[in-house]
């Protein structure tokens, strides 16, 4: 399996990458998600909103549960990657990427499991598994990744400028995407600050 982002002039822009994942994630969805009735997704209150430079930290409640998110928001308009704790667990981090779908998803489901690589600047690439789902009543479509040691990763990306993803797409060329690490540090420090903090 080659390994992604050799050559930095392969990459496609952002935009065009987007336009790719997001019109193959639509073709997805649309192939394996019969139509449902849509409920109303869970909606969390957002609170301590903080920006650093490319990120932003912020804490995530509903009723009991709480939620801190370092989260990216600048490369893409309509995709996101965040770095997620949870109060009382938080030694239990997890890295999410979320893309905006056109509609309201009517089922929650599991929909493919991708071999995937990622790469922080120029260290080793990690290869890897992203589960993708959605969740009833969610525009969404998230990418969960099943990483063995999140805790080297997220001093990486503190050090890092930029993260690269790349998704696998069978005989077709990978997905690619980056994302700025421009802030992450501030905003991963204040998310385990938070969590840490909140005695839950």
């Known amino acids: 399996m080659a390994l992604i982002m050799s050559a930095t002039h392969s990459l496609r822009s952002p935009s065009q990458c987007l336009c790719t994942l997001t019109l193959t994630v639509v073709a997805i969805v649309t192939m394996w998600i019969a139509a449902t009735p849509v409920a109303n997704a869970t909606t969390f209150n957002t609170d301590d909103v903080a920006t650093h430079d490319h990120w932003q930290s912020m804490t995530l409640s509903l009723g009991g549960e709480r939620h801190h998110r370092a989260v990216e928001t600048h490369s893409y308009s309509d995709a996101t990657l965040s770095v997620n704790t949870t109060s009382g667990v938080c030694d239990l981090p997890w890295l999410e990427m979320r893309v905006t779908l056109e509609q309201q998803q009517g089922e929650s489901r599991t929909v493919n499991l ?13 290869d890897t598994m992203a589960e993708f789902i959605t969740e009833r009543g969610d525009d969404g479509f998230y990418a969960h990744f099943y990483l063995s040691d999140l805790e080297t990763l997220m001093a990486d990306m503190r050090q890092g400028e930029q993260l690269f ?3 696998d797409q069978e005989e077709r060329e990978p997905w690619y995407m980056t994302f700025s690490l421009k802030g992450a540090d501030a905003a991963i420090n204040r998310m385990l600050t938070q969590c840490e903090g909140s005695g839950a």
């Open 165 to 167: 993803l790349g998704f």
């Open 114 to 126: 991708v071999p995937t690589r990622l790469r922080i600047d120029e260290r080793p690439v990690i």
